[in-house]
């Protein structure tokens, strides 16, 4: 069964400053990856997804991902972290035979300093 | 607004009512799907409908958990005889064949 491991369960940065989380996913296949962010009260949304096109990912907000087969990782990054940034994110593989079976990390808080 | 609506945003109940869940998806989103987040956790699927089918639900989802979807496009969520480890958001999502799936703001349930 696939299955994500996020790394960090609390990142603390700057504002300005870079951002990375941490997810390694376990999947005896080539899996679909995603990011959602999720901010208080709110639904999740979408940052960006892996399809096993382009191994670098960009998505919304300046976020982007970059899939690493041979270190199983999906780690997030955004060069410039902004207040608006705090939430909570989470990592996400979907199931190969039935993909909207979604399983997600247990999530990083990301805290954003002025 | 053309996301995922889901209603009532927020539920108190007491042990042993019943409470329902509603969910309009995207228009035109054949698939429906229902997941449960309880504290600093992730999301868990619950169950998932293709048009009006419900095609698969989780082991999650006890005997006093009822879905329906009667016209491939609304969904009800239903819990019977709710007992205070119901207590999360239910989050409701719909997707296209085959494609990303976008989430609703979620229904924070409250069991007292």
């Known amino acids: 069964a696939q299955s994500v491991t996020q790394l960090d369960s609390h990142v603390s940065v700057s504002e300005g400053t870079p951002v990375l989380l941490r997810c390694n996913y376990s999947s005896s296949y080539s899996p679909s990856l995603f990011w959602y962010v999720q901010h208080p009260n709110k639904g999740l949304q979408l940052l960006l997804k892996?399809?096993?096109?382009?191994?670098l990912v960009k998505g919304i907000n300046g976020f982007e991902a970059e899939f690493k087969k041979s270190e199983t990782s999906f780690h997030l990054t955004k060069p410039s972290a902004h207040m608006s940034d705090a939430a909570e994110y989470f990592c996400?593989?979907?199931?190969?035979?039935?993909?909207?079976?979604?399983?997600f990390g247990a999530g990083t808080t990301v805290t954003v300093r002025a | 607004d053309t996301g995922v609506s889901q209603d009532p945003r927020h539920k108190i109940t007491k042990r042993g009512q019943n409470v329902t869940f509603r969910c309009d998806p995207i228009?035109?989103?054949?698939?429906l799907y229902w997941y449960r987040q309880t504290l600093g956790q992730g999301p868990e699927f619950l169950t998932y409908?293709?048009?009006?089918?419900?095609?698969?639900k989780s082991r999650l989802l006890s005997d006093r958990f009822s879905a329906e979807r009667p016209k491939g496009s609304f969904s009800t969520l239903e819990i019977q005889r709710t007992e205070q480890g119901d207590s999360a958001m239910y989050l409701c999502?719909?997707?296209?064949?085959?494609?990303?799936?976008?989430f609703g703001e979620g229904s924070w349930l409250t069991v007292v």
């Open positions: 409908f293709q048009n009006e089918a419900q095609l698969e």
């Open positions: 999502a719909s997707s296209p064949m085959g494609n990303t799936i976008y």
């Open positions: 892996y399809t096993s096109a382009a191994t």
């Open positions: 996400v593989v979907s199931d190969q035979t039935n993909d909207y079976k979604l399983s």
């Open positions: 228009s035109e989103h054949n698939r």
